[in-house]
Nanobody
Framework: QVQLVESGGGLVQAGGSLRLSCAASGRTFTTGAMGWFRQAPGKEREFVATVNAGNKYLADGVKGRFTISRDNTKNTVYLQMNSLKPEDTAVYYC???????????????????WGQGTHVTVSS
């Protein structure tokens, strides 16, 4: 059984930082993708970042502030979030795809497995 377990969310002031972690078990995703989406209240779930077969890709709205990294030995993906803004407030979901894709997977349908989500609240 595949499980994705996120951690690291919380409450932070604007301008602060948080580091999210997502540990996968039950399957490795070395040749696929592991990434992050977020969903703010009343909004659709949106793509944030992914590591696709070793290549990193970030959504435009977080470039320069967020970084994504992956430790294949731990089957874990991280999201370092700096210079946080109130509009970053959301539930952050880890997602994983086990098949290789030559196209960067940025849609929800591209991923096979999801974590339960971790809350990030940025106060102004």
């Amino acid at each position: 059984q595949v499980q994705l377990v996120e951690s690291g969310g919380g409450l932070v002031q604007a301008g602060g930082s948080l580091r999210l972690s997502c540990a996968a078990s039950g399957r490795t995703f070395t040749t696929g993708a592991m990434g992050w989406f977020r969903q703010a209240p009343g909004k659709e779930r949106e793509f944030v970042a992914t590591v696709n077969a070793g290549n990193k890709y970030l959504a435009d709205g977080v470039k320069g502030r967020f970084t994504i990294s992956r430790d294949n030995t731990k089957n874990t993906v991280y999201l370092q979030m700096n210079s946080l803004k109130p509009e970053d407030t959301a539930v952050y979901y880890c997602a994983a795809r086990w098949r290789y894709s030559a196209v960067v997977p940025t849609t929800k349908d591209s991923y096979d497995y999801w974590g339960q989500g971790t809350h990030v609240t940025v106060s102004s």
